[in-house]
């Protein structure tokens, strides 16, 4: 076969079943008339698609019971599935709506109050909580503070700290 011959295979084959375009056929028809082979190779595919059009028909009546008992027989299937597990398994659909609808009809209104905000609770602070809400107070006060970030003579202390400066240690020089 030429090159030709190999590119047009396919072709071939979709030209004997109908399938091929117009221009596909005519290409078909066109190397058909020049390639002894490829005519050849057309007609042997006619005839075996002749040939399973006709055995297509013939099929005996029990082959599918005959061919699924043998595979049951070698343990190829699975085994078939109790009764009463298919009629569940029809029921599971209908039963899960059923279920969901009953669910949204019960909790909409625990589902609207939800979302619902209640009245705020009460906070007790300790006299800590109480010194460090003050402080931060006084630091988000930008009055207190000059244009450069300093503070107006104030010195701000963390709850705990005294104002004091702290007492020297025994022992210790001066710095100077």
Known sequence: MTMGCRDIRETISAFVDGEASPEEAGAVREHLASC??????????R???????????TVPDRLRETV???????????????????????????LAAAALGLFLLTSGDAIRKASVPGPPT?????????????????LEDTATFDADGESEGMDLLAPGDSAEPPAPTRGARSGA
């Not at 002894?36 to 595919?45: D, F, I, K, S």
């Not at 008992?69 to 398994?89: D, N, Q, T």
């Open 122 to 138: 009460a906070v007790f602070l300790t006299t800590e909580d109480r010194e460090t809400i003050a402080l931060l107070d006084v």
């Open 36 to 45: 002894e082979r490829c005519r050849v190779l057309e007609r042997q595919m």
């Open 47 to 57: 005839a075996v698609g002749a040939g399973v059009r006709q055995i297509r028909g």
């Open 68 to 94: 699924f008992a043998r595979l049951e027989a070698e343990g190829a299937l699975p085994p078939p599935m109790p009764a009463h597990a298919r009629s569940w398994r029809w029921a599971a659909a209908p």
